[in-house]
């Protein structure tokens, strides 16, 4: 009986890739080319460069496919090699005491302070998603230095779990949810003069 | 008289906003259901700052996922595989 290669599970088929079956990676690629491409962009915001690191990983893939535990989560593997491609290009400290400072609580009887946390808009998302905004948002994601921006992608874009998001980033859980935690305030803070009603 | 603060006046004895704080962003929409959890939603129930804070940030998370993001531009996978045998074709992993 002949199984058809589109119905195997991530292992046999990478199997297959790792005996050289040329027909067996590309479908890998089109079965992972969605969540690479999906990721790269959310972590660059631009077309080019989601292009290149879409190209990257795959030849990367198809480099190292021997390297890889099949025990482990091939997709989790792939993410490692996304974040990788991006964090590379990365190296802007001056930021991170800004962040850093984000874990003091403020004085919430500040004028400052007062006038920060002034609620936000409460229409509902579609309207307020103008050109504006979303430039602003663009503006706000990028300023964030990489190493937080992939754990921001990760935790709250593509809605992996912690643990996950530690182990693709090889970081420890407390790191992740620090990071995590000043890169929401970050852009919270961003965003905040044009989400005042 | 100045402003009251919600938070100053309920929750005195449970928790300090700089306590919720700090845990605010573990996890924004946590069904978790430890104590210090509960008193943190007691508190940010509470309190006007906090929750205006907890909604924003929420809002940021929001506004990211929705974020549009353009499709896979279809040339992407004929030039990695044009690269790919322009680099050798066969790849060198176990042999
Ligand atoms: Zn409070």
Redesign the pocket.
């Known amino acids: 009986m002949k199984i058809s290669p589109e119905t195997l599970n991530d292992a046999a088929l990478i199997a297959k890739v790792k005996n050289g079956d040329e027909r067996a990676f590309t479908l890998l690629v089109k079965r992972y080319e969605q969540t690479v491409w999906g990721f790269a962009f959310k972590l660059c915001r631009n077309q080019e460069k989601a292009e290149e690191s879409y190209q990257d990983t795959f030849i990367n893939v198809y480099r190292k496919i021997g390297q890889f535990d099949s025990r482990s989560k091939f997709s989790t593997w792939l993410y490692t090699i996304v974040a990788n491609n991006c964090l590379m290009k990365r190296r802007k400290r001056k930021l991170d005491s800004l962040l850093e400072s984000l874990d003091v609580a403020p004085d919430?009887e500040s004028e400052d302070v007062q006038k920060q946390l002034a609620g936000w808009d409460d229409s509902p998302i579609e309207t307020m998603m103008n050109k504006e905004l979303r430039e602003q948002m663009d503006a706000a994601i990028q300023e964030l230095p990489s190493d937080y921006r992939v754990v921001f992608v990760l935790r709250d874009l593509e809605d992996k779990t912690a643990e996950e998001t530690a182990t693709i980033l090889k970081l420890s859980i407390p790191a992740v949810k620090s990071r995590l935690r000043r890169s929401r305030i970050f852009l919270r803070h961003k965003l905040h003069s044009l989400m005042t009603a | 008289m100045k402003r009251t603060n919600s938070?100053t006046m309920a929750h005195i004895h449970t928790l300090s906003?700089g306590k919720?704080y700090e845990h605010l962003c573990d996890n924004l929409d946590s069904q978790l259901d430890s104590e210090s959890c509960r008193r943190i939603k007691a508190?940010i129930k509470g309190?006007k700052?906090?929750s205006a804070l907890l909604d924003s940030l929420k809002k940021t998370v929001t506004l990211y996922k929705v974020h549009p993001a353009p499709k896979l531009p279809g040339k992407c996978r004929q030039e990695l595989f044009a690269v790919i045998k322009l680099s050798g074709g066969k790849k060198n992993t176990t042999r």
């Open positions: 919430m | 938070h906003c919720v508190h309190c700052n906090c």
